[in-house]
């Protein structure tokens, strides 16, 4: 059985660093991070952005993930069974409700937001689909963290980040959150990704009634939920139905 190509693993794990690292990369950080040699590193760059999957940066000579990649990515999703049928649902719900919707799936131990639908009025928005997300930290992980062993599994022995204070980094805390997600059927994060923003969010399920995918609205805080800091029941029904139905599309037996 042949090997593996060593300068393609190199090249995956620069578009690795690439994908998770916060901004651009010059070399010596690359080769640096990846225990390479400048030029080694310096080499499959340049490849890389002859074929489109970086680009660099004229001003800083830094380096950032390249449009032909993120064609792919996109190609990808197209095809990907859960997105295809959960648009004709995301619209209808950011309709209703006024607010985003965003729909993820488990990907190595994060969301993978998978569909976008902005909030149906002319405020400056960002398209998410391809982002990767936090479990703990997102109404849509926690809801793949509920339902989902390979939620749990991937972020077993795992420090919390705390990105709000009211990030839960508490492992105590984030399991009788889980309990009562898996109780009511749907997740809530308030403040704990973004300050100022809340999210509500539902399981997807295929058809063998696993749990495939979440679908989430998100939006102000003071229009997602009450007084009381809970979230509007109005819209908790509306994000479950959405759920469901895609759930249906998927196959998946009443539950």
């Given at each position: 059985m042949p090997g593996s190509v060593q300068s393609v693993e190199r090249a995956a794990a620069i578009l690795r660093l690439?994908?998770?690292?916060?901004?651009?990369l010059g070399v010596a950080e690359v080769a640096g991070t990846l225990g390479?040699?400048?030029?080694?590193?310096?080499?499959?760059?340049?490849?890389?952005?002859?074929?489109?999957?970086?680009?660099q940066n004229a001003?800083?000579?830094?380096?950032?993930?390249?449009?032909?990649?993120?064609?792919?990515?996109?190609?990808?999703?197209?095809?990907?069974e859960l997105r295809s049928r959960a648009i004709n649902w995301a619209d209808p719900l950011a309709a209703r409700t006024g607010e985003a919707v965003r729909i993820g799936t488990l990907l190595e131990g994060k969301v993978l937001v998978v569909h976008h639908v902005f909030r149906p009025d002319d405020s400056l928005q960002v398209l998410d689909v391809g982002a990767m997300l936090p479990l703990h930290a997102t109404a849509l992980g926690k809801v793949l963290l509920a339902f989902t062993t390979g939620g749990s599994a991937a972020?077993?022995?795992?420090?919390?980040?705390?990105?709000?204070?009211?990030?839960?980094?508490?492992?105590?805390e984030l399991a009788r959150v889980l309990v009562r997600i898996r109780d009511e059927g749907y997740g809530v994060e308030?403040?704990?990704?973004?300050?100022?923003?809340?999210?509500?969010?539902?399981?997807i399920r295929g058809g063998g009634g696993l749990v495939v995918g979440a679908i989430g609205i998100r939006g102000p805080v003071e229009r997602v939920c009450d007084t009381s800091s809970r979230p509007h029941p109005r819209l908790v029904t509306l994000v479950r139905d959405a759920g469901r139905a895609i759930s249906r599309d998927l196959g998946a037996p009443r539950w």
């Open positions: 690439l994908a998770a690292g916060q901004g651009r390479l040699a400048k030029s080694t590193a310096h080499g499959i760059l340049r490849t890389l952005e002859q074929v489109g999957f970086v680009e001003a800083t000579g830094k380096y950032q993930l390249g449009a032909a990649l993120l064609h792919l990515g996109t190609s990808y999703l197209d095809v990907n972020t077993a022995g795992e420090r919390l980040e705390r990105f709000t204070p009211r990030t839960t980094t508490s492992r105590r308030i403040a704990e990704m973004t300050p100022g923003e809340a999210e509500i969010a539902a399981p």
